[in-house]
């Protein structure tokens, strides 16, 4: 090709880049009230910044004021929202209050979530190429250390969704490795005692990504281009019969986009390889997690069944009243129209481990998609308080 072909070629490519640089761009745009309800989450109470690895990490933590007496026996606890991707934690301001009634009821100290890194309100790093699911749990520890939430004497109840399950899942398995290490390491690692997981999407062969992740998780670079109309038709075709309002749309995407983090979306898809790479490993804490709340389960009956013979069937009439105070130790609460990883993950799951307790899967509505806590917040509010074993009203 001749010097010209060249120079025409390199300035026709140019153009094209430009073009679709602008047309990003414009499609950059965010509301004011969408940037006033994501500054007002930023500066709520209980909201820090703290400083990872030289990174900053936006955290929220409430601590509950008169929290109810817990057990003598019982660690002291809190409650962690962990949240999913592409979005932040700000996805659990509707419910914050509800998680907040719960801790109380709980016996536990405080509510934290926060952003991890690459998302939200949290540094979005342009040289960041990779990070990986155990380096976002070790995040997740240090935000917990900065809180004086120390795992030598604390207990987590972990609530996450999507992204967040599988960092999730890595903290309980370190939680079930320490018991098998010695004194120094089982100290370091916070001591996980149950799961309340939305629309979990942990294994690869239920989970089906949409066109838009599986393009970008093989070329990064273009996440620069996505204009909002793109994320917005994306979102709409995981959600289910209750499509996201234009409200909720432009909060999540100012939250993506806020510090340059548009051009992380596709780098942060390195997940994928991290949950392949994890697979076997988590898997073997499914199996514990599994035999555990069988165990539980058969204790339980029994200590019914005991109740009924001293109490001459009086106290079984009131079955409920008598099941466990303590939170179960995982349940799947799933959206089942979600295409990512709604019903059909749950059947690859159950193929898998055939005697999961049913109990513990809990089904939102058939219209009901990837983010069942937003479709459909009464019966989210229900399901997590069922895993935490609080008492509910019916939805």
Request: with cysteine; proline share 6%; hydrophobic share 35%.
């Amino acid at each position: 090709m001749s010097v010209v072909g060249s120079v025409l070629v390199f300035l026709c490519v140019g153009a094209v880049v430009g073009m679709l640089l602008g047309l990003a761009m414009h499609g950059d745009s965010v509301s004011e009230k969408a940037q006033d309800e994501l500054k007002a989450w930023a500066s709520s109470e209980g909201t820090s910044f703290v400083n990872v690895w030289g990174y900053s990490i936006f955290t929220k933590i409430q601590k509950s004021k008169s929290p109810l007496q817990a057990p003598k026996e019982q660690l002291p606890c809190s409650l962690v929202l962990l949240h999913g991707y592409p979005t932040s934690s700000i996805d659990y301001l509707p419910m914050w209050s509800s998680f907040v009634e719960a801790s109380v009821d709980l016996g536990c100290s405080s509510v934290v979530t926060l952003d991890f890194l690459g998302f939200g309100l949290s540094s979005k790093p342009s040289s960041m190429r990779d990070i990986s699911m155990p380096q976002q749990a070790d995040l997740v520890e240090k935000v917990l250390l900065f809180h004086n939430i120390t795992p030598s004497n604390h207990q987590l109840y972990l609530v996450s969704h999507d992204y967040g399950v599988s960092i999730a899942m890595e903290l309980s398995t370190r939680s079930l490795e320490r018991r098998h290490s010695d004194r120094t390491t089982r100290q370091s690692h916070y001591h996980v005692t149950s799961l309340s997981m939305f629309n979990a999407g942990l294994f690869v062969g239920g989970y089906s990504p949409t066109f838009t992740q599986k393009v970008l998780y093989k070329f990064p670079e273009l996440s620069i281009f996505i204009p909002r109309w793109i994320f917005e038709r994306s979102v709409k075709r995981v959600f289910g019969n209750t499509p996201p309002t234009k409200e909720w749309v432009d909060v999540a995407w100012a939250s993506i986009i806020h510090n340059g983090g548009r051009s992380m979306v596709g780098n942060l898809l390195k997940y994928l390889d991290d949950r392949r790479n994890n697979q076997a490993r988590w898997s073997r804490t499914f199996d514990i997690l599994v035999e555990k709340i069988i165990d539980e389960k058969t204790q339980r009956e029994r200590q019914q069944h005991q109740d009924c013979d001293e109490s001459q069937n009086q106290h079984c009439q009131n079955n409920e009243s008598s099941a466990y105070s303590v939170p179960k130790p995982l349940c799947l609460l799933n959206g089942p129209k979600d295409p990512v990883s709604g019903k059909h993950m749950m059947e690859f799951m159950l193929s898998r481990w055939p005697d999961f307790p049913r109990e513990n899967l809990k089904y939102f509505k058939d219209g009901v998609g990837h983010w069942p806590f937003v479709e459909d917040q009464e019966q989210a509010v229900h399901f997590v308080r069922e895993c935490l074993n609080l008492p509910t009203s019916n939805p």
